[in-house]
């Protein structure tokens, strides 16, 4: 019993580390059935449907992200990550049991779909400042390698065994890390920090996921920074939810060769985000490398979009890990742009334009991707209740949605070369002192750390930083130019 309510062992990064691995593992492996099973569920409008379930999950998730990290302040993390875990993971059996259930329970788990959310506020829980950017990387690169090995596993599995044991071993994984988190995750939260009592007061105002986007017209440099991201990353949310069915029904990749394509881009991903990036910033500088990664970005766009061979998608894709490089550069970009006290606070208005966009952009997808008769395998007009004639582009342009949203990047790089860039010196360098940063053990610090809204990205994708929401609140991973 004691074991069971204190774990083992004392509060580490390493427990942290498990969870989430085994979590985006069980989700990896049904990458090529849950292809599948969405086709056959929608044959007519697979994309246009494939677009609102992940739209419904990410501005769910949006909405409750901040709240769930108030919450996990006053009544302990382990509590919520069992929760978050709990209800990510409980469509996973419904897939061959019931594919419409399994579908509504999707959309229906983005309330809870913020596991990163409690584990980032664990992760500030064990830490301190110093050590904090070298444990939040970790648990990236744990989320990173679990996308990249899982989806090529369970197209292994798929194609010599079936679909039913690859569910079936997703379920396990999941079952297993619920077990992990009841028997051996340690409360981090200390108790003098935590009201056991269901009527606890909790900050409202940390709650509000628009509370953050409210403070965006404050400074004229933190508005066009909010812009570029907002116009950046909604394509990228698109193409997240979108990409792999493209590939699969349009383009005609097997399960295989997206399985691989999956874990060669992310790889690249991962280099990109530390090698080239590096390298990167300390010659170009901030500014000059969000708007590489802008320009990357509008290639590999415009090639999804007019691209219609197997070749041009792999080329693409590595133009694709080259993009990944923005955000991170933004963030730096912000550190430099902000005063030292309103690090938080700006980080928070990102990352709350990020979760939006998680909501709009796979619906936008799905809409445009309807709009323009792009069904699958034969790309003929949709045949059903909904008669709309084809447009004229869609001879010319296989994939519609990726060109508008190269579209949307190119005016994001426009407003970018406005951002002005303060020079490098001591006193605007991400590099702040200790004298700026809270104590790792203030509740304030943990509570926005909490209320981070991240969905599943491609692995070595940008949804590594959490934000704040308060004015005293600083974020550490900011201090870094290099992370």
Same mark, same amino acid.
């Given at each position: 019993?004691?074991?069971?309510?204190?774990?083992?062992?004392?509060?580490s990064?390493y427990?942290?580390?498990?969870?989430?691995?085994?979590?985006?593992?069980?989700?990896?492996?049904?990458?090529?059935?849950?292809?599948?099973?969405?086709?056959?569920?929608?044959?007519?409008?697979?994309f246009?449907?494939?677009?609102?379930?992940?739209?419904?999950?990410?501005?769910?998730?949006?909405m409750?992200?901040?709240?769930?990290?108030?919450?996990?302040?006053?009544?302990?993390?382990?509590?919520?990550?069992?929760?978050?875990?709990?209800?990510?993971?409980a469509?996973?059996?419904l897939?061959?049991?019931?594919?419409?259930?399994? !579908?509504?329970?999707?959309?229906?788990?983005?309330? =809870? /779909?913020v @596991?990163?959310?409690?584990? &980032?506020?664990? $992760?500030?829980?064990?830490?301190?400042?110093r050590?904090?950017?070298?444990?939040?990387?970790?648990?990236?690169?744990?989320?990173?390698?679990?996308?990249?090995?899982s989806?090529a596993?369970?197209?292994?599995?798929?194609?010599?065994?079936?679909?039913?044991?690859?569910?079936?071993?997703?379920?396990?994984?999941a079952?297993?890390?619920?077990?992990?988190?009841?028997?051996?995750v340690?409360?981090?939260?200390?108790?003098?920090?935590?009201?056991?009592?269901w009527?606890?007061?909790?900050?409202?105002?940390?709650?509000?996921?628009?509370a953050?986007?409210?403070?965006?017209?404050?400074?004229?440099?933190?508005?066009?920074?909010?812009?570029?991201?907002?116009?950046?990353?909604?394509?990228?949310?698109?193409?997240y939810?979108?990409? !792999?069915?493209?590939?699969?029904?349009v383009?005609? =990749? /097997?399960? @295989?060769?997206?399985?691989? &394509?999956?874990? $060669?881009?992310?790889?690249?991903?991962i280099?990109?985000?530390?090698l080239?990036?590096?390298?990167?910033?300390r010659?170009?500088?901030?500014?000059?490398?969000?708007?590489?990664?802008?320009?990357?970005?509008?290639?590999?766009?415009?090639?999804?979009?007019?691209?219609?061979?197997?070749?041009?998608?792999?080329?693409?894709?590595?133009?694709a890990?080259?993009?990944?490089?923005?955000?991170?550069?933004?963030?730096a970009?912000?550190?430099?742009?902000?005063?030292?006290?309103?690090?938080?606070?700006?980080?928070?208005?990102?990352?709350?334009?990020?979760?939006?966009c998680?909501?709009?952009?796979?619906?936008?997808?799905?809409?445009?991707?309807f709009?323009?008769?792009?069904?699958?395998?034969?790309?003929?007009?949709?045949?059903?209740?909904?008669?709309?004639?084809?447009?004229?582009?869609h /001879?010319?342009?296989?994939g519609?949605? &990726?060109?508008?949203?190269?579209?949307?990047?190119?005016?994001?790089?426009?407003?970018?070369?406005?951002?002005?860039?303060?020079?490098?010196?001591?006193?605007s360098?991400?590099?702040?002192?200790?004298?700026?940063?809270?104590?790792?053990?203030?509740?304030?610090?943990?509570?926005?750390l909490?209320?981070?809204?991240?969905n599943?990205?491609?692995?070595?994708?940008?949804?590594?930083?959490?934000?704040?929401?308060?004015?005293?609140?600083?974020?550490?991973?900011?201090?870094?130019?290099?992370?």
């Open positions: 019993i004691i074991q069971l309510q204190q774990g083992i062992g004392r509060p990064v427990h942290a580390v498990v969870v989430i691995f085994l979590e985006f593992f069980a989700w990896g492996l049904l990458t090529t059935p849950m292809l599948t099973v969405l086709h056959e569920t929608f044959p007519q409008h697979t246009l449907m494939n677009g609102l379930i992940q739209g419904v999950k990410g501005l769910l998730s949006f409750s992200a901040p709240l769930i990290g108030a919450l996990s302040d006053v009544w302990g993390r382990r509590s919520f990550l069992l929760v978050t875990v709990f209800f990510t993971c469509p996973i059996p897939m061959r049991l019931s594919p419409w259930w399994y !579908f509504a329970m999707i959309s229906m788990s983005g309330a =809870f /779909s @596991t990163f959310s409690v584990i &980032f506020a664990y $992760v500030a829980d064990v830490t301190d400042e050590e904090r950017s070298t444990a939040y990387g970790l648990v990236s690169a744990t989320f990173a390698a679990s996308l990249v090995t989806p596993i369970g197209a292994y599995l798929s194609a010599w065994y079936g679909d039913n044991l690859v569910v079936l071993v997703a379920t396990l994984i079952l297993a890390d619920i077990c992990f988190i009841l028997l051996a340690p409360e981090s939260l200390p108790d003098k920090m935590r009201l056991n009592t009527g606890a007061p909790i900050s409202w105002e940390q709650a509000d996921p628009f953050s986007l409210r403070k965006v017209g404050q400074d004229p440099t933190v508005l066009l920074i909010c812009i570029t991201v907002f116009l950046s990353y909604l394509p990228e949310a698109g193409q939810s979108s990409f !792999f069915l493209y590939l699969r029904q383009i005609n =990749f /097997s399960s @295989t060769t997206i399985a691989v &394509f999956i874990g $060669v881009v992310g790889i690249l991903s280099v990109a985000q530390t080239i990036l590096t390298l990167l910033m010659t170009l500088g901030n500014k000059n490398t969000v708007l590489l990664g802008l320009g990357f970005q509008i290639l590999q766009l415009a090639w999804y979009g007019f691209g219609s061979e197997p070749w041009m998608m792999w080329a693409a894709g590595a133009v890990a080259m993009s990944s490089i923005t955000f991170p550069a933004v963030s970009l912000v550190s430099q742009s902000a005063d030292p006290d309103k690090q938080g606070v700006v980080q928070g208005m990102i990352t709350g334009i990020r979760g939006l998680n909501g709009l952009g796979p619906a936008l997808y799905g809409f445009i991707f709009l323009f008769n792009v069904e699958l395998d034969t790309m003929d007009p949709i045949q059903g209740d909904f008669n709309i004639d084809p447009l004229p582009l /001879s010319l342009i296989p519609p949605p &990726f060109l508008l949203g190269a579209c949307t990047v190119v005016i994001a790089f426009i407003v970018a070369l406005f951002i002005p860039e303060k020079p490098s010196s001591s006193s360098s991400p590099q702040l002192s200790l004298s700026d940063k809270p104590h790792p053990d203030s509740k304030a610090s943990m509570s926005s909490a209320g981070v809204h991240i599943t990205p491609l692995p070595g994708s940008d949804e590594e930083t959490p934000p704040t929401a308060s004015d005293e609140d600083f974020e550490p991973l900011l201090q870094d130019s290099i992370v």
